[in-house]
């Protein structure tokens, strides 16, 4: 245990010692936090808005988690981050006790934690406040409580609520765990099999699986009726379900993940690769571990290869799976009298991450231009008058996201000059951000009467208002 405490305190150290720095990147992270900012300042923590409209698109449990620590730590980006990181650290910390309670072999659950906390993309994504990790969190949770339930049933009941708390998280993917444990029968003998008042328990669980997430569900239909269900299955149909693609391509998107795992899942893909053939082996030869890890890899990764859209990030539920595959192949290739060599290595390695993380933060300016001008804007603007974003004559959410988050103000986002010019002289709209190439000559085409006054300037964007 005294390996796994320190393992622990480096993992703890490299995801929250820079958390605090940098900002939010556009699309996802601004939105989600944007959404849980809206909650902490409405008191309406049951609807998710966004850019004051209701957004029935994905259920709300980790915009809970989001405004739970604005509601501790302030509206900020750090706490945006906060509960990502966090349950970034619970996965890791999780992962060895799962591989324990699969194998019973401490070292092999090292192995599993050292690989999790050096994966880069684990390691990247545990820092940006989006579901991904939370959702992986919530599905490794599941299942190391259904292999603690073969042999205490009770705590089939927290499989459940996992499995509830990963449907409120990410809607359907919740259900993938299910998959696992249809596939995965128990042996015949012992475990399970001789448990008394296994079956209500398991009922019980199952029942909490849907009942949880059931609950806000039947709220939103019962508040919100077809403009709910509709907003949500249309959201969902859109990023699971490729109806339009022929048979070719939907043969040929089964290799997207491996490319994309060939290109992201470093250092470790050279061992994923190999650990997956000697997983198969052993799985058709009767073990009941290597039958779990590919049953797990597989009802993720299969779903996900002929979905629509296909980003290796929604992998992550798999990536406990992964290092414990990892580490099987490690295993494997360690001799037993150089095991004190490789954790002194792995301790050389967590030392100087962590001083890598506190001395050279890796951070890229993602919201440099809306976190300069979104408070510019909202300073100058009536709180109830949405400000106008225009972006090259495009729909760029990224821009619009960020400066939702930074700013205290909803937006528009007109894609022709002559929406903003009717804006400003209709009276509707009074500041405006515009990119820098719209903005040449854009002063001269408003009507007579009307002043433009520049507020701000970023790098792509300048910030005006009109005035009579």
Known sequence: MRDFAALSVFAFLILFLS?????????????????????????????????????FE???????LEAASMKTWGLNDFAAKF???????????????????????????????IVSMSTQYFIKYSMHAMTDV??????????????????????????????????????????????VFLLYSPPKSGGVARSAGVVPYALTGLALAFAIPGVWYASQNAMHGDAFISGHLRFTESKLFAGHLTMPQRITGLLTYPKLLLRGYWPWVPLLALGFVKQLRRAFSGDRAALLLMLWAGCILLPFSIAEVKV???????????????????NDWIPTHRRPLFLRCAYGFA??????????????????????????AAANSPADQNLLLYTW???????????????????????????????LEGGDHSVVIMDRESYRGFPERLGPGLKVAVLGESEHFICFKVTR
Request: glycine residues 8%; hydrophobic residues 50%.
């Open 351 to 376: 030392i100087a991450g962590t001083i890598y993380v506190l001395f050279f933060p890796f951070l890229l300016p993602r919201a440099g231009d809306m976190k300069q001008l979104a408070p510019i």
């Open 393 to 423: 004559g495009r729909t760029e959410f990224s821009y619009n996201n960020q400066l939702l988050w930074y700013g205290n103000r909803f937006t528009e986002l007109p894609t022709i000059l002559e929406g903003v010019k009717g804006g």
């Open 58 to 64: 994905y259920p709300p449990m980790f915009m809970w």
């Open 134 to 179: 939370p959702c992986a969190f919530f599905v490794l949770l599941a299942i190391f409580a259904y292999l603690k339930g073969l042999r205490r049933p009770a705590y089939f009941l927290l499989c459940g609520i996992a499995i509830g708390l990963t449907i409120l998280t990410r809607s359907v993917v919740g259900l993938l765990p299910l998959g």
């Open 83 to 113: 509960p990502v990181a966090l349950l970034g650290f619970a996965t890791i910390v999780l992962t060895y006790f799962l591989v324990l309670e699969l194998t019973g072999d401490a070292w092999l659950a090292l192995l599993a934690m």
């Open 312 to 330: 290796l990030r929604y992998l992550m539920p798999a990536f406990p799976a992964f290092a414990t595959i990892v580490a099987t192949s490690l």
């Open 19 to 55: 958390l605090h720095r940098g900002d939010l990147s556009g699309y996802d992270d601004a939105l989600y936090a944007h959404e849980a900012k809206q909650m902490v300042l409405t008191g309406d923590w049951w609807n998710v808005r966004f850019n004051n409209r209701l957004n």
